[in-house]
Each structure stands twice: as C-alpha cells, then as structure tokens.
C-alpha cells in the first residue's frame, strides 16, 4: 500500500508571521471574523487537507499591541466552520487543566454529531502561571500534576463517549420505547482528580470519539502522546532532530502495545512560497522588517525567565539559562529556543526574527516545488508522516500552498486526489475506536497489539 | 409608542409533548440532528420570532425509554444555526454551578461574535442532585448556595466582557500597533466564589453582553431575575397567576433601581392548533394517548420525593407532600405541579396529561384564531411581554404558528412585520450595554434609573 502524506492547516488569524497583519492585503481583525476562517477552511477543503487546527490558551497573553489579540473559542469557530464545510476535519484546542470532563466531552461529542464526524481535540494541560490566575488559582498546577490530570481527563473522557453503546437509540415508536436503558451505562468513575457518574447526555457520536491530538514534545508529553494520542502536532528544525523524535515516539507507541502507524507525526512547516527563490526570499524579508523587535524580545525574556534588558539585541544569549528540569511549563518550547539559538549561534535579534516567523516551527521560503521537494524529504525519510502547513500569511499562504504545491505532491502520489472517506478518522486513516465497555483501561483501538 | 409583543421559540427535538416523537410525521433521532434544528430556526426566522432557546442541564434524566434523551450542548448547536440564519436571536441555557465564569463568558462572546450579536444567555443553577455526581460532588450545593454562585459568576461575566473597551483595536499598520494596552484591562476579581484576573482573551463582542435571560421562579430566582435579567421565561397556568407574577418581577425590578420595561416577561404556551377546535383536540387527544404513564408517573414521583406506588394513576395526590421550602432544587416547578393538582383535582393520571402537554406550561387547544386571542389576552391584561412558544410538535407546530398565528398577531398590530435591528438586543428593545469599568455593581444598562 502506498503511503501517503497528512496534511493539516494550521490557522491564526491573518498568518504565523507574527508582522503578517500589518501587510496592506491583511484584515487586521481577521482574529474575530468568522467568515475570514469559513473561507480559509473552505481553501483547505478545495486542496483536500485532512484538517484545519486552532491553537489555544485561556488567558490573553502579553502586549495587545504587537499583533491581532485575543480569539473566538475554538469549538465555536470550528461548528461555525463546519456548517461552511463539508469533508476537511476540525481540531480545536482545549485544556483538560482548565476544562471539566463532563462539559468538554459533551462539547466535543456535540461538534462531532454536528460536523458529521469531524471532530479532534488538540489536549494541552496550558502552560504558564497567567492562565492559573482566570481559574481561582494562585499559580499554575506542577508539570507532572497537569499531565496527571490529563490522562485521568483522558480516562474519563473516553468512558463518557462510550457510555452510550452504538445501537442504544431503538426509536421504536409502536412499542413507544426510544432508547435501551440497558445499553446507556453509568461510568462511576472515581478516581485522583475526578468523580463523574455518567452517561453522558448525548448519545455516542459518529467518531466514537473525537480525533486525539496531542502537541507536546516534553517526556510527559511524550508519554501522553504515546499513550492516548493519534496525531501529534511537533515543532522540529532539523532532519535529524525530527527523525529522532519521529523515532523515539513511534518506538514509545509501540512499548504501550499499539500500533505505531496509529500515531500520525506532523511536524510543522512555515512555507513562504514564490514565483522564484528571490521572490519568496523577498516576501520573507519584507515581512521580517516589518516586526517591532521590542515586542518580541519582551516575549522571549518571559520565556527564558529574564529581563528584557538581559538581551541585548546584537548578542546572543547569555550563557548561563537554567535547565529544562527547572522549567514549570513549555518545556519543550524553551528548549527549541535555547537550542536553535546556541547551534546557529543567533543574536538575540536574529533568534527573534526566526521565532517571529514560525514561533520556533521550521519556516521554508522557496519555489511551490522546492516547498514540495522539503516535504517529500522529510516523508521519505521517516522524519514525517505529514506536515502542520502554518502560512505565513493568510489566506494568501493557504491560497498558494493549495493551488501550486498540492498538485504537485498529488502528482507525485504522495498525497490524495479526493476525499475517500467522510470523517477526520478517515482521512487520517485511523479507526473508529470500538466501545470498550467502560474500563479503566485505553479503548481497544488505542491498544492494537504490534502484530 | 405602540407596544409590541416578543415571541421565543422554546425548541425541543420533536416537541415538548413527551410523545410527539411517535407519531408517524415525527424524526426520532431529531435531538441529534442539526439540520432539524437549522430547518426550525429558519421556519422561526421567517416568523421574524425574536430569538430561538434551548434548555439544558448537565446530566442525563431519568428513563431513555420515554422519548429522545440527550441532546446537543445549546452553545454549538446555536453555532451551528447562527451559520443557517441571519436575525434571529439564539438564547443558549449554560449553569452557573457546573461551568467557569472564563470559559463561559468567554464562550458566549465568542457565540455573539460569530452570529453578529444574536447571542443570549438563560441563567441556570441547575436544580437536582444528579448533575453534581458528574462534577465531582456528592450532592448539589445548597439553593442559596447556588444563588450565591451565580450573582457572583454574572459579577464576574460582566466584568470579563468589559474588559477590553469598545475601541481598544486600534489596527494600526503603519505604527505597528495593533491593540491599546490602556483600553484592555485586568478585571483583578476577588469574591466568595471566584478568583479571576482578567481580562478576556477576546475583544468586547457586538451585543456587549449576550441578553440575560433567567428562568427560575423561585424567591431566590426572582432575586437573581430582578437584579440581572433581561428577559424572563416562566411558567404560569392562569391570567391571574401571571398577572401577579408579572406585577411582582417589575415590581423588584423597580425596586432595585431598574427600568421594569427592560425587563422583558415571557411565559410559556404550549399551542395545539387546528383549523377547528374539534380538531385541535383530536390532535391533542391522539398525543395524549400515545403517552405511556408509568414513565411520567416514575418522573412525578421523583419531583414530589415519593415512590411511584405512592401515585395509583386514578387517584389525587396524597395530602402530605413537603412544603417547597423543604425542597433544595426545583423548587418553583414543584409549587407549580402541586398547585395545578390541587387546584383543579387532577387524578395522577390526568395530571400526568397536563404534564406531558408542556411540562407545567399553559397549554392552549384551539384554532390560529383562538391562540391568537389567548396571547392578545394575556398582553393586554399585563400578564406578559411575549410568550414562549413551545410547540408540542416539531417542526409542524412552529410552521402552523409561523405561517397562521403571527399573520393574526401583525393584522392586529401586535407584532413585527419585518425585523427592525439586527441584533438580538435590538428584537427585544433593550440598548448595548455601556462598559461599566469593572466595578463590583451590575453594568449601568442593569441599573437605569425609573423615570
């Protein structure tokens, strides 16, 4: 069977530049528009991408002066996209720190019956003490606590989906008996974190359960990823670093007991297309020229737990950085940064400029079919089994991905032609899980015995 | 000024008779299904209704035999409409006990964004003890306790939807200054129930707020109705019933500083039409037969905190049944229940009729004609601003309203020939809220000076 690549568009506002609003072809409060997205999710559907994904965060975070702030609630945009759609898959963000189990499991088999089994969930446990202080605490739950937390969620979530068995609706209106109360069960779960009796008020959804994605790279991250997750959204800068994870995480998939081609890897890709190299390189620079570097380097001093006048802008970083072990939250995001900083040996002004165009995903500026040679380099080289496509500019990143270097991975056969199947599960291959009859254990679908 | 009445559509899968999923006409698995719901919201917009609502709870009831149980959580589905429609407002029951004010003030601005300001919130402190087992507690926090929750949580609501000012994007592309940090604020809340700083992560949407809507008519829920809503849902059986309650909810309002008319009252009806009234009965007859008692009666008792073999179907309720302030939740439905038994010494069985019409709503059996006089009556004798429609049959009974009733209602100059504004504030006449700055008092829109 032929192998073939996933492709997820990755949206915010008017592009992952973070400059890209000021851009005379920008709608600059694109952020709040929910036709902006209905048509960036109907260009993805016309170049067959499997999905589109919102990040998210429920806090407002840093400076409302440096780019458009502030967004609508993921599993809101996505049902509104989804009456604008009717194949591309919807992946909304939330967090299982700051999230009941009931609610969000509701939430999400609502979406799912609503878009016709469309749906995923991006799980964060939400990073960072500011998000803490919305939810009644004083500071952000321990890393390991939040991924305690999240796998527990996890737990929960999957037994209220399945508390519904599929055939449970008899709807037999001579006999005047709409459901089997025998086949709607209680989940009395009980456990650290959480204490839900069920079933959940709705009856099991076309998905079964949403698509899971998981998007940390730290080892709880990992682990959860390997545990429950079926597509993972990583930030990878080079080959060699995106092989070793592709390998490490399918190798940790496996010792779990499932399948590894159950977890689809896409690392994230900021492509900056043009006519010619020069073209793109010019698009590139002009967007880099456009970024107010105060605003970022404010950022990157809160990331690495330092003042901003610690960072003079024509050095690089300063030498001593405490380790990852002492970091509370996005783990894995310091270490990016701290690690593309030291290998290329940027200047803090430099280091802000790559991070301004992809946030510290691997930005690609290029010809359709040097965009496509990238792809296909990594696809075939066991770094990829997809790619999270963040525009630089939207929609006119989306618009040129789709029309100029789609066909050409169609035409290479890397990449599908047509929708075949109607649900996000379809399109990324993946099963619908079967009911698992509420035990403590994964479903069986997230537990396939490696043959 | 001529005053005009107000029409809600109160939708619910097949209808609010519990047996109208069986007839032949009905879709059993309409709860699910949200084209029915698209389909319902459109027939409603052409009867230029002000605003559609779903009720809601967080738990599944009682016996999924009876009629369609489970049902899609009312902020996606109300999504979903939004993306089918353009006017009409869309009113979504959200709890104040079993949700975050963040992400539910967060959720329901996002809802006013993507529908252009059609957005309304129905209040709820969800009674009952079953709900709470699914967010981990043992039983439902006390009434009071409840009530207290949620003068605090729409406290915090406000505060979180004024915290940025109408004008604090600034879109400044040549600048490079997108958002004014002095126009977005900490909203710094510290309370009994919540500690939230703030702000959102959302720029201040069309409405402001969402229309406030409360439902509950209980002293407590009076209280909360007087001090912060904007429309009231209620159930009453008789003109002098509503005619005091009516009196007493402007009343409190006006006591507590507040312009009564912003205060709009809207008791339920449950019509059953026909071109005759002989065949407006039959119609209700044939529902009526197709309810099956055991389960209404095993409901009844549940309410009243008795057995079912304390109800034999053919007699009246026993004479001890607790007063309602031993009952913890529900409690203004209880009253309700057990005054129209009493009242009009309804057998069990014949007041299992009454119920399963419209759940203690008025019901109204008669032509297009006479349900048109029934309304026109209870406006007039202020008894009511508009009325909940809750047709016992879906969609049948919202299109014989929509095309035979409202032609009646706009002859007679009671109601809207064409929607005036756009937004759901604008149907029901009530202004944008002004920011209030974030101070502990209810927004100045809530506290208008009496004349």
Redesign the interface.
């Known amino acids: 069977m032929t192998r073939h690549l996933h492709l997820n568009a990755f949206l915010m506002s008017t592009g992952h530049h973070e ?1 890209s ?4 072809e ?1 709608n ?2 694109a952020n ?1 528009d ?1 036709a902006h997205y209905q048509n960036l999710a109907r260009i993805a559907e016309r170049g067959k991408f499997d999905s589109i994904f919102f990040a998210d ?5 840093g ?11 993921p ?3 996505l ?2 996209i ?3 759609t009717s194949k591309i898959g919807l992946i909304a963000t939330a967090s299982t720190t ?3 189990p ?2 969000l499991a ?2 999400f088999a ?2 799912d ?2 878009s016709g089994g469309r749906a995923g969930w991006n799980v964060v446990t939400t990073a960072g003490p ?1 998000a803490a ?5 004083a500071d952000q739950p321990a890393h390991a606590e939040r991924y305690d937390r999240a796998a527990e969620f996890l737990e929960v979530a999957f037994k209220l989906w399945d508390s ?1 068995e599929d055939d ?2 008899l ?1 037999d ?1 001579e006999a ?6 025998a086949k ?1 069960h209680p989940i009395d779960h009980v456990g650290r974190h ?10 099991r959804s076309p998905q079964g359960y949403p698509l899971i994605v998981q998007a940390g790279s730290s080892e709880d991250g990992k682990g959860l990823a390997a545990r429950y997750s079926e597509a993972v959204f990583t930030a990878q800068q080079t080959l060699e670093d995106a092989q070793a994870f592709y390998k490490d995480l399918k190798a940790r998939t496996a010792a779990l007991g499932r399948d590894p081609n159950g977890v689809k890897i896409l690392p994230g890709i900021v492509p900056v297309i043009g006519g010619t190299v020069e073209e793109a390189l010019r698009l590139e620079r002009e967007l880099d020229e ?1 970024i ?1 570097p105060e605003y970022a380097r404010d950022q990157l001093a809160r990331t690495l737990r330092l003042k901003p006048e610690d960072l003079p802008l024509d050095q690089q970083l300063p030498a001593d950085l405490p380790d990852e072990d002492e970091i509370e939250g996005a783990k894995s995001r310091y270490t990016l940064i701290v690690t593309l900083a030291r290998r290329e040996k940027l200047t803090v002004r430099e280091l802000i400029g790559r991070l301004g165009g992809g946030r510290g995903h691997r930005t690609f500026s290029g010809t359709p079919e040097q965009v496509a040679d990238a792809i296909q380099e990594w696809f075939d080289a066991d770094a990829a089994d997809g790619f999270n496509i963040m525009p630089a500019v939207l929609p006119s990143g989306l618009e040129v991905f789709t029309d100029q270097v789609v066909p050409i991975l169609q035409r290479r056969g890397l990449f599908r032609t047509e929708y075949t199947g109607s649900t996000l599960r379809d399109h990324y291959g993946l099963a619908r899980p079967v009911r698992s009859g509420g035990s403590l254990e994964a479903p069986e679908s997230l537990q396939a015995a490696t043959a």
């Open positions: 400059a609003w000021r851009l005379p920008s600059p409060v709040t929910v965060s429920p806090v407002l975070f400076d409302v002066g440096r780019r458009p702030a502030g967004s609508l609630e599993t809101v945009l049902t509104a989804a009456a604008a700051y999230n009941d009931f609610n509701r939430r609502s979406v019956h609503v500011d202080l919305n939810f009644n605490l519904w449970a609706t709807a209106k005047g008996v709409w459901g089997d109360n709607v959480f204490q839900v009796r069920g079933p959940l008020n709705l009856p456009l107010k």
